[in-house]
């Protein structure tokens, strides 16, 4: 089991352009989240999706941030038009089954976007 | 709305304990979580409460009490590797039960 794998490891965007992050979860788990991590503001909640179904994206900016799961495998974020303020670094996690777990979420490595 | 709140550091010294705080205010409580996340890497998964109390898990520990809103990590037989940031997370009953984090206290133990 490779866990949760985010690609790419490292994104440098310039403003205004477009960012796309991926996703994979662990095989077999029905949750997916995205969260944004900053030294400022620590880990905040953007949007999770359940049996690919999205459930919450109430920490989403709405104007420039979508996110998808078009199958059970991969998820991705995008940001449109970067602005410096987007830089952090991206987690996705994923969990067995969210709503019987005990919360266990299991975090990939992270993507540290960047915009210049 | 949901809010945890966290020391921001803690120094301690090997061989000894550290009690990381936390605490939340929720609508309604579905249990209590705690990560550990080293510099540069994930978050990992230590422990989850959901009842009052202690529960003792060896080197980790985690103290509940839902009256208050209050929760710690206690860290015992601290070793230099225990240097981390360490997560509480609280979830709730609001609208898609999401987990919400604290900021995480950085705790560092020197020799």
């Known amino acids: 089991n490779a866990g949760v794998i985010q690609t790419p490891r490292h994104k440098v965007t310039g403003k205004g352009q477009e960012a796309t992050l991926w996703c994979e979860p662990i095989s077999g788990h029905s949750a997916v989240f995205w969260y944004r991590q900053t030294i400022v503001q620590g880990l905040e909640f953007l949007t999770y999706?359940?049996?690919?179904?999205?459930?919450?994206d109430s920490g989403m900016p709405k104007e420039r941030f979508s996110a998808q799961m078009p199958n059970q495998s991969h998820s991705t974020l995008k940001i449109q038009s970067t602005q410096p303020q987007d830089s952090a670094v991206y987690l996705c996690?994923?969990?067995?089954?969210?709503?019987?777990?005990?919360?266990?979420?299991?975090f990939g490595a992270g993507t540290r976007l960047s915009v210049l | 709305g949901q809010g945890v709140e966290q020391p921001d550091n803690l120094m301690s010294v090997e061989g000894t304990f550290a009690r990381v705080n936390c605490t939340y205010s929720t609508s309604g409580f579905n249990g209590l979580s705690w990560y550990q996340q080293r510099e540069g890497h994930a978050p990992v998964f230590l422990s989850y409460v959901v009842l009052d109390g202690l529960k003792d898990s060896g080197h980790f520990s985690t103290f509940l009490s839902r009256s208050n809103g209050y929760s710690y990590l206690l860290l015992t037989e601290l070793q230099i590797k225990d240097s981390a940031s360490y997560l509480c997370a609280v979830r709730g009953n609001s609208a898609g039960n999401k987990l919400t984090f604290g900021i995480g206290t950085r705790v560092l133990v020197r020799p």
């Open positions: 999706f359940r049996n690919q179904a999205p459930i919450d």
């Open positions: 996690a994923s969990s067995l089954d969210y709503l019987f777990s005990q919360n266990t979420l299991y």
